[in-house]
């Protein structure tokens, strides 16, 4: 049975509120549970559109959790799409944070509460170290060898001898302009 383009919008909406509201950790651990949600349990998009939402999300100014969901739902439904989706990102952190600005004093004085998030931190670590392991999974199925070598080098660069990250990304921008115009137009 196919959706109505309302039916859509609601799920789109309801899923995106849905991953927003209990999703902690950062953006990464959001794009990769819509991963988890649109692409291997809906079927929306395939795992390669998945990486480019990725790339585009973290390439735009802003926070990564609404860049992808702006990205997914212009795909998927156009502008209507990217309303229902940016609405379904921000309407959860928007209360929370609200609801926590009004009892932060009773907040910090919490030692559960205190204990709580110290506990959140570990299990936020695994859950990047699974983010990166499956984004690098499908990164390597792509182009092997190449890109293997990219994240190892901008790691390097970036890690051990301080490269500030802007420099980075311009020269993957120039690596991938070179491969797109002067590379594969050879082959062509």
């Known amino acids: ?8 919008l609601w799920e789109l909406f309801l899923n995106t509120l849905y ?3 209990f999703t902690f950790g950062g953006g990464y651990v959001i ?3 819509m991963k988890n949600r649109f692409c291997d349990q809906l079927h929306y998009i395939d795992e390669e559109e998945i990486l480019n939402l990725v790339a585009i999300a973290q390439s735009a100014p802003g926070a990564i959790a609404v860049n992808g969901a702006i990205v997914l739902g212009y795909k998927m439904a156009g502008i209507p799409g990217i309303l229902v989706c940016a609405l379904g990102t921000i309407i959860p952190p928007f209360a929370i944070i609200y609801i926590v600005s009004i009892f932060y004093d009773a907040f910090v004085a919490n030692v559960f509460i205190k204990n709580m998030l110290i506990g959140m931190r570990a299990g936020v670590g695994a859950i990047i ?15 092997k060898i190449r890109n293997a070598f990219i994240m190892i080098g901008a790691f390097i660069l970036n890690y051990y001898f301080n490269v500030n990250i802007a420099y980075i990304v311009i020269g993957c921008i120039t690596m991938s302009l070179v491969d797109t115009f002067l590379i594969k137009k050879v082959k062509v």
């Open 19 to 21: 991953l927003s509201a």
């Open 1 to 8: 049975m196919k959706k109505t383009k309302i039916g859509l």
């Open 129 to 143: 170290v699974s983010v990166v392991y499956d984004m690098g999974k499908g990164v390597l199925k792509v182009h």
């Open 31 to 33: 794009v990769s549970m």
